[in-house]
């Protein structure tokens, strides 16, 4: 009955475009295929090709210019055919011409719908369509797309009988012959012709009489839920779209509120997918906080908080902090949870799994000052001791000037006492501000700084740079005695007319900064930690002795002989050894200790896993990646193996 129009079945002739022609979806504006032929008056028309949206209008032999054309896509236009169609050739208007089929188009018998019965029905019902030439129809279209297959014994020439499926949903019906062959079997591929209602068909869903407000409810509940035709419902959605556990009896809905749960809108679903809501949710929040003891609290103190409904606290978040603190016991009425070291005064924020807050606030002990000795001032480079309370909880103290004495660096540390070296820059009087291991600060009295009493500095230089003479301004210059840099004593003169201290900076120093110490009559010495320039990078020696390499390894670094999960990425690691100069190569693979397998393939490697030592070197250097450093700390540490050299030293720079 039908035949399914392609190229290779039918050929088109392009007017007034030459360039026009109908290979399949090569640009441009091509038809390739239209159908369903025969095609049913009042049905639907396909058009599929190239450009296909480019179409302007569609001639059908007996009728005006079509010009309501449904786009589907690019390649995919849609018509309806008129009642009045006729058989005969079917032009495409497009911007470039027009494309005219040779293939005609054929009819159908007049398939329609002209009614169908009940208008309302419910999944499950039997629904009967009218109309003409039915039987030649072998599905029933719903909404959506939801397609039945109707047997052969439910069909007549007048009518087609059939049961509305779960999925369907309201909307207008429709009959299909599914694309049928000559033998009247379906065809996979092929073009259908489709009739539609001109009415829509109601489909039954469950409904309530009017959205419930549930307030003030928790994890665990069973709500109930009444109204109509609650039987069909197949999902409960949670706020949060996840599903719920329900029962049905009764003409009611019983759902129990998962742990999840969230405020907002509970919705219930047919098999049909469509949703209607049927509760707004509040969730449950503790109140009547109280927390004890609420002031003076410290890292490790319990705090015990009280109320209702605590039972739906999942964790705290104290003020200060970002992470989560988890709770010791748990009650409906009662929660206790440990103090961290860096929670602040605040609120303790009372998280519930439904996302929803409470808070109650506390305050933690803060340190205080009450002395300071020497009571009359204090110069720089000597020693403060700060009585008061509490002043185990400092982690540093700011000197107004702008130093900072960490707590690490303190002479001495107790509750009631801290001892610590005035710094010889950027301490004046002032008052000092005291600063918590949690991050709070509190102010102390002001404190006298008095200028040193011997040779000091008042500003430190940017750098000084090795094996020059290095010129800086100094103050009670006429007491120095001696000036060293890292340990070593250097020559120096003091200039008093300017009030310059010039002194030799040595040679061979190692490092970014050194420590310079200026030594006075008075036996006073200031020392000064200052930015080197030209010093050569610091090494740590992580293995040295004789180990000659004949393709064995030196495993001495291996599977736990040193820590690689400590060495940054872009460290340096230096090989020493000696070559074995009876030979004229030398090879040095660097591997880890799973399997030898080297870090890298070198590029001017042997094989590409040993690097080609050059004759007369006594070292080579290698710049570890993070995943060199990855590697070397997780897959078996550091394997040294090749030919032809003794290993003597190995260190690493940048650590």
Known sequence: MMCLLVVSGFMFTACDNDDLDTNQFTGGIKLNVFG????????????????????????????????????VSNEEITVTVPQDAEVGKVILNTPQGQIETITEITYLEPVSIEDFSPKTVR????????????????????ED????????????????????????????????DLGIQEDGTAEANGIANEIYSEEELTVTLPAVAQVVNLTNRKPGDVVTITGTDLDLVTTVLMPNDSIAEFTYANEALNITLRDDATDGEIRMLPASGIEVVIANLTMAVPTELAAVPATGLREGDVITITGADLDLVTNVTFAGMTDATELDTQSATEITVTMPAAAQSGDITLNTAAGKTATVAITTLKPSVNSYSPAGGVSGGNDLTISGSDLDLVASITFTGGAVVESADFVAQSATEITLTVPTMGAETGALTLAMGNGEIVEAPEVTITSPECAYLPTLPESIEVGTV????????????????????????????????????????????????????????????????????????????????SWNALDALSWGGYDFSTVPAGATMIIYYTLDTSFDYWQLRIAKGNGWTALVDWSTAVGGSEVLLEAGTTSYSYTLTANDVNELANDGGLILTGANLTLTRIALTGI
């Not at 999944?123 to 719903?142: K, S």
């Not at 047997?151 to 207008?172: H, K, L």
């Open 36 to 71: 369903p032929c025969p095609v049913a008056r009042g049905g639907e028309l396909r058009f599929i090709g190239s450009g296909m949206n480019q179409v302007t209008g569609v001639v059908i032999p007996g009728c005006d210019e079509i010009t309501d054309i449904t786009v």
């Open 123 to 142: 999944p499950g019902d039997e629904l009967v369509i009218t109309g003409e030439y039915l039987n030649l129809m072998r599905a029933v279209i719903f």
């Open 145 to 176: 797309g939801v397609t039945v297959e109707v047997p052969e014994s439910d069909r007549t020439r007048n009518e087609i009988r059939v049961i509305v499926p779960a999925e369907a949903q309201t909307g207008y019906i429709g009959v299909s």
């Open 470 to 549: 290095a010129q800086v301004g100094i103050v009670n210059g006429s007491m120095l005695t001696g000036v060293s840099v890292n340990g070593i004593a250097v020559q120096f003169m003091y200039i008093a007319s300017t009030e310059m201290l010039q002194f030799n900076v040595p040679t061979g120093l190692t490092g970014e900064t050194c420590e310079l110490v200026l030594t006075s009559s008075n036996g006073q010495s200031m020392t000064y930690t200052v930015n080197l320039v030209g010093g050569t990078p610091a090494e740590t020696t992580i293995w040295e002795g004789e180990f000659y390499l």
